[in-house]
């Protein structure tokens, strides 16, 4: 696609997701807000279909979240969503086996909003996540959207995971934020889990964030043996 079919599509975009908000398909503009969603979350990828619906729950209310489950009601969603706004350009536009890209331009829009992300789509997209991934997740979530708990959930988990680089990493991030929560305890131990990894680089690093902790609470013999 060339500048000009781009720069084209944008008042068929923007009025295709005024439709959507007013009611034009509120499957359809529920899963596009989904893909939204996962991208505001950090993910760079495109969207596995089976995450559109669990993505697309927080926006409907009670009565239409029934229609993500129904076969027939989902795939008129998607029809929508998926439609032509003009020869070039859709919202959401396949890309690859069972997967979705959401059109820039209307990723544009929608975050412009400032729209809180849904607190059930950060475990969502969690869920899909490999270990690298969920580091992003967490940078995204403390640094873009200062949401502190989503940032530790991804960390946690990236922690957990064993790899042998995003591991030490994660916790020692971790270590970071919960000292700021003022979870001293946690923090050492976040740090000490870093540490004990002996990665050449982590390990190090968070010796230092568990000395100067240690000092700060006056754990002079704690600091000295860090």
């Known amino acids: 696609m060339g500048l000009g079919e781009y720069a084209g599509a944008a008042a068929q975009v923007a009025e295709a997701l005024r439709l959507g908000a007013a009611g034009a398909d509120s499957v359809g503009y529920a899963l596009v807000?989904?893909?939204?969603?996962?991208?505001?979350?950090?993910?760079?990828?495109?969207?596995?279909?089976?995450?559109?619906?669990?993505?697309?729950?927080?926006?409907?209310?009670?009565?239409?979240?029934?229609?993500l489950s129904d076969k027939d009601a989902f795939s008129a969603g998607m029809a929508w969503a998926t439609r032509d706004v003009n020869p070039n350009v859709s919202l959401l536009q396949p890309a690859g086996s069972d997967s979705y890209v959401l059109y820039d331009y209307a990723l544009d829009l929608i975050s412009q909003r400032g729209s809180r992300i849904p607190d059930a789509s950060w475990a969502v997209v969690m869920t899909n996540a490999d270990t690298s991934e969920l580091i992003d997740i967490g940078y995204t979530a403390e640094v873009t959207y200062h949401h502190t708990e989503a940032a530790i959930g991804a960390f946690r988990e990236?922690?957990?995971?064993?790899?042998?680089?995003?591991?030490?990493?994660?916790?020692?991030?971790?270590?970071?934020?919960?000292?700021?929560?003022?979870?001293?305890?946690?923090?050492?131990?976040?740090?000490?889990?870093?540490?004990?990894?002996?990665?050449?680089?982590?390990?190090?690093?968070?010796?230092?964030?568990?000395?100067?902790?240690?000092?700060e609470q006056g754990y002079v013999d704690g600091a000295e043996a860090t």
Do not use: F
């Open 33 to 67: 807000l989904a893909a939204a969603d996962w991208r505001r979350c950090g993910m760079t990828r495109p969207v596995p279909v089976a995450m559109l619906a669990p993505l697309a729950e927080p926006h409907l209310d009670q009565r239409r979240r029934a229609k």
């Open 158 to 215: 990236a922690a957990s995971s064993g790899h042998a680089d995003q591991a030490p990493a994660a916790a020692r991030n971790l270590g970071v934020l919960l000292e700021g929560q003022g979870d001293v305890e946690g923090a050492k131990a976040a740090y000490q889990r870093a540490i004990d990894s002996g990665h050449a680089d982590q390990a190090r690093r968070a010796a230092v964030n568990l000395e100067v902790l240690q000092n």
